[in-house]
């Protein structure tokens, strides 16, 4: 049976949600950790086309709060209650373990495997922070040393759950 999608208008304040070699995306390092590396449309991504970037972390052996490989995403400002959402999956079939931090700080641990996984986080009024979506590897976060990821679609809306993926460029 044919089916009405009624999902309410919004709009995806990531400029750029599937190019993460544009410099809206801060590729940030601190310790022994490196800048992660990104490759553009390297792999598959969920919407069956060739253009699902690689992403890869390293903390080079660090086990300290110091120690970081991170990417992230800024805005000028952000308030209110706000919906982060990101497609990640392992790009080379191993298990990987890493921390994704929401608007508020608030750290989630995920386990990034060989499907695509659709990794949704809500963040709830009163944020003002212009840090809406980072994920790192970091010394004392019990995440991986290193990790080899492809990542699409990621989107930052407002509301209380994620809607479909809504695409930007720009």
């Not at 304040?13 to 940030?28: C, G, M, N, P, R």
């Not at 700080?105 to 996984?117: F, K």
């Not at 407002?158 to 479909?164: L, N």
Request: charged share 15%; glycine share 10%.
């Amino acid at each position: 049976c044919p089916h009405i999608l009624a999902e309410p208008q919004r709009t995806n304040l990531i400029t750029y949600s599937e190019d993460f070699t544009q410099s809206v995306w801060a590729k940030e390092s601190g310790g022994t950790g490196d800048n992660p590396i990104v490759t553009s449309n390297i792999g598959i991504s969920p919407d069956g086309t060739q253009n699902a970037d690689k992403i890869v972390f390293d903390l080079n052996g660090g086990t300290s709060s110091s120690d970081l490989s991170q990417l992230r995403f800024s805005l000028s400002s952000l308030s209110g209650n706000y919906t982060n959402s990101i497609y990640l999956k392992s790009f080379d079939g191993a298990s990987y373990n890493v921390s994704i931090l929401d608007a508020n700080g608030v750290l989630y641990a995920a386990t990034i495997t060989n499907e695509w996984q659709r990794f949704e986080y809500y963040n709830k009024g009163g944020t003002t922070s212009i840090n809406p979506f980072r994920i790192r590897l970091r010394g004392n976060e019990s995440t991986s040393d290193n990790a080899a990821l492809l990542i699409y679609g990621a989107q930052v809306e407002a509301g209380s759950y994620a809607t479909s993926y809504i695409p930007t460029s720009g």
